[in-house]
Nanobody, 123 residues
């Protein structure tokens, strides 16, 4: 499974971006998918995840109420709508396909990773 993330860019604080991540195979439709991010000099951290059919979603406390994860299994794609962006949201954002159908917040639960897309929020 290959993952192609897109939608990153430079935005002012308070602005919005929508990230997309398309998987190359239908395998992903039976698995949870997630978004993680890694800021310069910091460890990769969980952002959001969605289970295989979209019924359950989990978020990091730092993005609750601002970010929304969704998926379209017909397009093998997961999305991350990011609103009210803050400078501390600046990072490389990675999408991933989980080992199982249930959403998870730890990197060890994910099997395939995309190449990352840069999000920069200016103050």
């Amino acid at each position: 499974v290959q993952l192609q993330a897109s939608g990153g860019g430079l935005v002012q604080a308070g602005g919005s971006l929508r990230l997309s991540c398309q998987a190359s195979k239908r395998t992903s439709s039976n698995n949870a998918m997630g978004w993680f991010r890694q800021a310069l000099g910091k460890e990769r951290e969980f952002v959001a995840a969605i289970d295989w059919n979209g019924a359950s979603r989990i978020y990091a406390d730092s993005v609750k109420g601002r970010f929304t994860i969704s998926r379209d299994n017909g397009k093998n794609t997961v999305y991350l709508q990011m609103n009210s962006l803050k400078p501390e949201d600046t990072a490389v954002y990675y999408c991933a396909v989980a080992l199982r159908s249930r959403a998870a917040s730890v990197t060890s639960e994910y099997r395939y990773w995309g190449q990352g897309t840069q999000v920069t929020v200016s103050s």
